[in-house]
């Protein structure tokens, strides 16, 4: 009788441990069911093992389509080397990577950005059962960031049409003007005796005419140095970093 009991008991036991795992993993399936971003279980070999929705509608794949199938069907192909051989061995040795840009390729041939995330599955002996991968879809990020990118070259590309612009009224005006004026000062000074007050006061106007033609040269190389413009831009560095060295 204490046998039977002892039975029972232990049939008991099983039973709820059983309704257990099979609610435990009803409840884990439907968290993967639910998640909004793309969930890959992939096998030591390479293969994948489960997909979840979000990884279909992604993908445009119907599960039965890519469960089984290597893991390089969904993987953009310059992505495949980091994904395969060392990629792999070195997600294994780490046992997790987190926010890696990565792209899936999708049924149509379309790449897909993502943020990617992988964390290895070991059973209790230590072995390798199996490579959770997140990926997160960046698609409009990159947009974002591309738009963000277009923005700021058409900023530069606007700033140095300015910086040409001011450039050529400059030397076309500024300093042809100047340099007509100290072209007649200098002929003016010819006719001029020496020691007169009208001859001093007419070299002192030439030297402050040619200080301002200088100047307005150094503005205009400024901001459009002649070296960048022939000879681009290493060799305009090495010319800023010579006369760097002779001012300090």
Known sequence: MKSEKTEESTKTTEDKKSRAEIISREYADNIIRSM?????????????QTVNAATCA??????????????????????????????????????????????????DGRKIPVLFSGSVMRDDDGKVQGIVCMAQDITERKRAEEQVRGLVRDTLSAQEAERERICLEVHDGVTQTLASVFQYLQTLETTLAEGTPAKQLVLRASALVKQAIQESREVINSLQPATLRDLGLVATLRQEMRQLEQET
């Open 58 to 107: 992604l993908l445009g794949y119907e599960e039965k389509e890519i469960v089984g199938q290597p893991v390089g069907k969904i993987v953009a192909e310059e992505e495949q080397l980091r994904f395969k051989g060392s990629g792999i061995e070195d997600l294994i040795k780490k046992g997790s990577v987190r926010n890696m840009e990565r792209a899936y390729l999708s049924k």
């Open 36 to 48: 909004t971003e793309s969930l890959i279980v992939v096998s030591p070999e390479g293969n994948i």
